[in-house]
């Protein structure tokens, strides 16, 4: 009888183990699929905790940036310190700001706290081009995904504690939790990987739009003055060297600096090619266009990712795109949210509490994303940035969450084919952003 009681155990085991290993060949194959160099998944289920790794030297201490979801991390913050009388959901938000992210719009008086966690203070959904403080909707109307809206909350944290968004986020979340390796601000990470065309098209559109604005410029006055300061030639040159000085400075302190690099190579292939036709005067102004044209087409056309340097000069902290960390410190973050959702006495329940509807399927809480499924409801928050996309999802009714993080811009659409996979459900996990 022992024996055949062993004999069962074994075989249990064994079919575990294949069903285990199915499970994880399924993702490392739909990772080759989607071109993702590498991820760390973790996964809760049953009150246990698994990591999965692939990728060269890739474990669940692994850096990635998370991107958008520190505004979940922000949301935590701010709920936090509306437990401790510091803050009011609908307190107004302007007493709080920054001079700097104050406008003549009297409508700014009326945002509140609340709007900003659930993205209704109407502000647009994005900030690369540097901070826009102009409202898009009045606020407390309609659901409106911002990144700048985040960047107005973290200025109320910052102004309602005296602390930065870094010595906040320590006190408040990393430093109890345990979160060791997680920061908002400069650390090393894994490699991120862009794909060709998006680093080519982040690295050349800037330049080509100074270039052509400077070009227009120069020859109006060349024109006027019938080249008498300079010749078509010098001024072609030199509205190379100022575009590619000023496209240059903006990836590297503005925007995409992981893309930088890629830009300087480029520019030595233009550099090569005026210095080789030269002599040639057709040849030597349509030298550059055409290889520029050529190089985005070669980029478009051959579906590859490559390795891209981290950010070369370091980006100020915000808990709108700047979080780094791993799949083992937000399995911790994870594991908080899911208790403080069981804890009805508690300020931090308001997370989940919808607060706007997007649509028939989707809303959003206090800091996190809201979907219904054939059975419950699913919490979910994404992060995208250049060379790294990230999901966690959070399936409470089956004591369940998932969290994905990839070093790829194609990590995102791996990851909610994967969540799907996990959790059971066919889930979107995306919203409009306006």
């Given at each position: 009888m022992k024996k055949l009681i062993s004999c069962f155990i074994v075989a249990i085991w064994g079919?575990?183990?294949?069903?285990?290993?199915?499970?994880?060949?399924?993702?490392?194959?739909?990772?080759?699929?989607?071109?993702?160099?590498?991820?760390?998944?973790?996964?809760?289920?049953?009150?246990?905790?698994?990591?999965?790794?692939?990728?060269?030297?890739?474990?669940?201490?692994?850096?990635?940036?998370?991107?958008?979801?520190?505004?979940?991390?922000?949301?935590?913050?701010?709920?936090?310190?509306?437990?401790?009388?510091?803050?009011?959901?609908?307190?107004?938000?302007?007493?709080?700001?920054?001079?700097?992210?104050?406008?003549?719009?009297?409508?700014?008086?009326?945002?509140?706290?609340?709007?900003?966690?659930?993205?209704?203070?109407?502000?647009?959904?994005?900030?690369?081009?540097?901070?826009?403080?102009?409202?898009y909707s009045d606020p407390g109307t309609e659901f409106r995904y911002s990144g700048v809206g985040y960047i107005y909350l973290q200025s109320v944290i910052e102004n309602a504690t005296g602390m930065t968004i870094e010595q906040a986020a320590r006190q408040y979340v990393f430093e109890p939790l345990g979160m060791d390796n997680s920061t908002f601000e400069n650390t090393k990470t894994v490699t991120p990987y862009m794909n060709l065309s998006s680093a080519v098209l982040y690295a050349l559109a800037v330049f080509a739009a100074i270039f052509i604005v400077l070009l227009l410029i120069i020859l109006i006055i060349g024109k006027i003055t019938k080249f008498k300061f300079y010749s078509l030639k010098k001024g072609w040159i030199g509205c190379i060297v100022a575009a590619s000085a000023v496209n240059t400075a903006f990836l590297l302190f503005v925007f995409v600096s992981k893309a930088a690099v890629i830009f300087l190579l480029c520019l030595v292939l233009i550099g090569l090619a005026l210095w080789l036709t030269r002599k040639h005067t057709k040849l030597f102004f349509a030298s550059m266009p055409v290889l520029m044209a050529v190089i985005l087409a070669l980029s478009l056309i051959i579906p590859v990712t490559i390795p891209v340097t981290n950010d070369l000069i370091a980006k100020d902290a915000n808990c709108a795109y700047t979080l780094k960390s791993t799949s083992e410190d937000m399995v911790l973050f994870c594991g908080e949210l899911a208790r403080q959702r069981e804890n009805e006495d508690r300020v931090m329940r308001e997370i989940f509490t919808s607060s706007v509807d997007i649509d028939d399927k989707n809303s959003w809480g206090l800091g996190i994303a809201i979907e219904s499924e054939n059975d419950g409801e699913t919490y979910w928050h994404s992060g995208i940035n250049p060379g790294f996309q990230s999901l966690l999802v959070l399936y409470p009714q089956h004591d369940k969450y998932i969290v994905i993080l990839t070093n790829s811009d194609n990590g995102l659409n791996f990851a909610k084919d994967t969540a799907s996979n996990y959790l059971g459900v066919d889930g979107v996990w995306d919203i409009p952003r306006k």
């Open positions: 079919l575990t183990m294949s069903a285990m290993a199915y499970d994880v060949e399924e993702n490392q194959e739909l990772a080759r699929g989607y071109d993702v160099n590498a991820y760390s998944i973790a996964t809760l289920e049953n009150g246990e905790v698994t990591f999965e790794n692939y990728g060269n030297d890739i474990n669940e201490r692994s850096v990635f940036e998370l991107a958008s979801n520190g505004k979940v991390v922000g949301a935590y913050i701010v709920l936090s310190l509306i437990e401790e009388k510091v803050l009011d959901f609908d307190e107004k938000i302007v007493p709080y700001l920054d001079s700097g992210l104050l406008t003549d719009d009297i409508r700014m008086n009326d945002i509140t706290v609340r709007q900003l966690l659930c993205h209704t203070a109407g502000f647009s959904p994005s900030f690369e081009l540097g901070v826009d403080k102009k409202l």
